[in-house]
């Protein structure tokens, strides 16, 4: 499976950013997709998972709320919705899929990633 994250940017706090990752090479329908994101100095953090199905979600505590994670089968893409961005969310996003279908939230159950994409919130 190869993943492909787009959507980052630069924008001003309290905007909106919609991501997108599009996978190819396999369906995505029976994986578990994640979001993940990693600032300079800082260990990679869970933002958003969501099921196979789409029935299931979780989200880090720091996002909760504000983002929205979900999915299109048909089209093997997976979107995460940034609402009342901060500065503090400012990272290079990765999305992942994880074989198990599963809702997962540790970056090692994934199996495969994309190459990221940057999210810059300006204060």
């Known amino acids: 499976v190869q993943l492909q994250a787009c959507g980052g940017g630069l924008v001003q706090t309290g905007g909106s950013l919609r991501l997108s990752c599009v996978a190819s090479?396999?369906?995505?329908?029976?994986?578990?997709m994640g979001w993940f994101r990693q600032a300079p100095g800082k260990e990679r953090e869970f933002v958003a998972a969501i099921n196979w199905n789409g029935a299931e979600t979780a989200y880090g505590v720091s996002v909760k709320g504000r983002f929205v994670i979900s999915r299109d089968n048909a089209l093997n893409t997976v979107y995460l919705l940034m609402n009342n961005l901060k500065p503090e969310d400012s990272a290079v996003y990765y999305c992942a899929a994880d074989n198990t279908g599963d809702v997962d939230t540790e970056d090692d159950m994934y199996d495969y990633w994309g190459q990221g994409t940057q999210v810059t919130v300006s204060s």
């Open positions: 090479g396999r369906a995505l329908r029976r994986y578990c």
